[in-house]
């Protein structure tokens, strides 16, 4: 999910940092532009096109990110179904109920899966799953659930993990103010989301950078 929302700051960011950087995304146009201005501005990155629900396209991503920078130490599990219809209950589709959990949990686990190896091949890396406050709230709907089942996804890989070296965490962010929250959002749900936190205003993705970065 590095091509657009906070994935592309995130992987800007790591980039800045000195990191080599694998741009992965559904969205294959998007992911190549964001790939060439990292490079653009001095960094290292590589565009791959693929659907975290898709286990060879993952293992081949994998795969291109160890053959191109020899190696794999971070895994930021960003990509995600939101808003819209995915804060439905009762009234979403169990088809599209699987849709949302298939990539939104079972995505990570597919991920980070893959990405086990290659870890344990260089004495462990760091997976930071995105989680959110939704999973706390009790109409998070079917987005809420999945965030929920993140949590305890985020903790069953952090003690099957360890043994290879490599550190599980969550991060669970209120609402940030990307381009696909806000363009999906009324004005008047905007204020009901400030209204309830105690930080009267809406979170940026810079906020989530220096967690991000700090976590790796």
């Not at 597919?110 to 959110?132: D, H, L, Q, Y």
């Not at 360890?162 to 599980?168: H, I, L, N, P």
């Amino acid at each position: 999910g590095a091509a657009q929302g906070l994935g592309r700051p995130y992987a800007e960011a790591f980039a800045a940092e000195g990191a080599a950087v694998a741009v992965v995304d559904l969205a294959g146009e998007r992911a190549a532009t964001v790939a060439e201005e990292i490079t653009k501005a001095g960094g290292k990155a590589l565009a791959v096109t693929a659907d975290v629900t898709d286990e060879a396209a993952v293992r081949a991503a994998v795969e291109a990110t160890t053959s191109t920078f020899g190696g794999l130490d971070i895994l930021v599990n960003n990509a995600g179904m939101h808003l819209g219809r995915a804060n439905e209950t009762t009234t979403l589709e169990p088809a599209e109920w699987r849709r949302i959990l298939d990539v939104n949990v079972v995505g990570p686990l597919i991920c980070a899966t893959a990405a086990r190896e290659p870890m344990k091949a260089r004495g462990g890396g760091v997976i930071i799953n995105i989680s959110s406050m939704a999973a706390y709230l009790p109409a998070g709907g079917a987005y809420g659930v999945s965030k929920l089942a993140v949590n305890g996804l985020t903790m069953s890989l952090a003690a099957e993990l360890s043994a290879d070296g490599t550190r599980v965490v969550g991060v669970a962010p209120g609402m940030i103010g990307t381009d696909a929250v806000l363009d999906h959002l009324a004005p008047e749900h905007r204020d009901l989301v400030t209204r309830g936190q105690l930080v009267k205003r809406w979170g940026q993705p810079a906020d989530m950078v220096g967690l991000v970065l700090f976590l790796a």
